[in-house]
């Protein structure tokens, strides 16, 4: 008879399988005590959980740590949400956690989660209602207890980024019977008296130690405060309704502290940067008004009625320069003319002839003999000359043929 023989490997994958599909397994929670816990370099934490009848391995991943909100330690009474797998290569199963709460908080925590639906559904967590924290406040109240790391820590926070910002601290019952009526009472008198913004918290502790900040009576008067609140309650992985109420969220009182009192060396710096770069606009503007000032002057200069004036006297000036020597141009072309005016005149005078020799014949009536034909035999002319006249007889007249 044939017999079925599995490998190892496919045994191990087929418990796995079963408690896959096993629903219960895949999200259950387990309550036992921390033993054998050891934090690994990766950042996992391996741990096993027991009670009086047995063991089970347990790991939390890592990428899980979020669902953890305090450091385990041996002998503590937990509760380990999470799925239950098998580990194929040793063969094993164990407790894959993704969320770890100490015993004793499930109740809590399901108190803490039905007011927080509650107060979601209110409208109480919306972002319309939170106010803005004023960026410069000189009178910040704290409602914490008066002896403790947190008081200290905002204290000397505050002191070291301005040592002139007003702490005005009431002493709140912040755990244990009262807390949450002293609380109250502080966020009241804080907000009558006008403080710039208020500062609610104190130091990290268990789930039991905050629950005065989970209490509904808080979270209203949070909510009613008609000045700004800052919620800094435990440590950066707590979480409290007074977180989700308040106007602002600090992950520890140290940086509330840091939210709610301005740095005031940084102010200074930057107010001499400001000032600096006004200093340097201002120049620039003063340089520039300067010029369009010195360009309005020169302009204004040249409008002025005397520079104007100046500008046609120097024009009129040029002007009796130019006529000046287009009139001595004009009387030397004009006095060239004339001479040669003259000269001609002079080569046409009948005096210049006379001058050169030639002389002026007249027949007895006075008229200018010009031909011979004009005259005859016995006539008497007058011939004229340059200092006199000679009266002569025609006795003989010859005619000349000139080609």
Not at 269 to 275: I, K, S
Request: proline residues 3%.
């Amino acid at each position: 008879m044939a017999q079925n023989v599995y490998t190892v490997k496919q045994v191990n994958a087929y418990i796995k399988n079963m408690f896959t599909q096993d629903y219960m397994l895949g999200r259950i929670y387990v309550k036992g005590e921390v033993s054998n816990c050891k934090y690994h370099t990766s950042g996992h934490i391996y741990f096993s959980l027991k009670d009086e009848s047995g063991t089970i391995a347990c790991v939390m991943f890592a990428g899980q740590r979020g669902g953890l909100s305090f450091r385990m330690q041996e002998g503590q009474q937990v509760i380990v949400f999470g799925g239950v797998s098998v580990y194929e290569r040793s063969g094993s199963y164990q407790l894959y956690a993704r969320e770890i709460r100490l015993d004793g908080e499930g109740i809590l925590f399901e108190r803490f989660q039905a007011l927080k639906r509650e107060l979601e559904e209110m409208g109480m967590f919306a972002p319309e209602y939170k106010k803005p924290i004023p960026a410069y406040a000189s009178r910040i109240g704290v409602v914490t207890a008066p002896t403790g790391a947190a008081v200290r820590d905002i204290i000397n926070i505050s002191r070291r980024r301005n040592p002139y910002v007003q702490l005005i601290l009431y002493p709140a019952q912040v755990q244990g019977e009262g807390a949450k009526e002293s609380i109250v009472r502080g966020i009241a008198m804080l907000d009558r008296m006008g403080v710039d913004v208020i500062i609610v918290g104190r130091g990290g502790g268990s789930m039991e130690d905050l629950w005065a900040f989970n209490e509904e009576e808080v979270a209203r008067a949070i909510f009613d405060c008609s000045t700004p609140v800052i919620s800094a309650v435990g440590h950066e992985t707590d979480t409290t309704i007074s977180d989700f109420v308040a106007d602002l969220r600090a992950p520890t009182p140290s940086a509330a502290a840091e939210l709610a009192v301005y740095d005031l060396g940084m102010t200074m710096e930057r107010m001499r940067e400001l000032e600096g770069r006004m200093g340097r606009i201002l120049r620039q503007k003063v340089e520039l008004w300067r010029s369009r000032l010195k360009a309005e002057a020169i302009r204004l200069e040249h409008l002025h009625p005397r520079t104007r004036i100046a500008d046609y006297r120097q024009r009129l000036m040029d002007l009796e320069d130019q006529m000046r020597t287009r009139a001595r141009r004009t009387l030397l072309v004009t006095r060239h003319r004339m001479e040669l005016y003259v000269e001609r005149m002079k080569a046409l005078s009948p005096l210049e002839k006379l001058n050169q020799g030639y002389a002026y014949v007249r027949t007895q009536d006075g008229k200018a003999l010009r031909s011979i034909h004009k005259t005859r035999q016995g006539d008497v002319l007058e011939i004229c000359v340059t200092d006199g006249s000679i009266r002569a007889e025609v006795l003989e007249k010859k005619e000349e043929h000139r080609g």
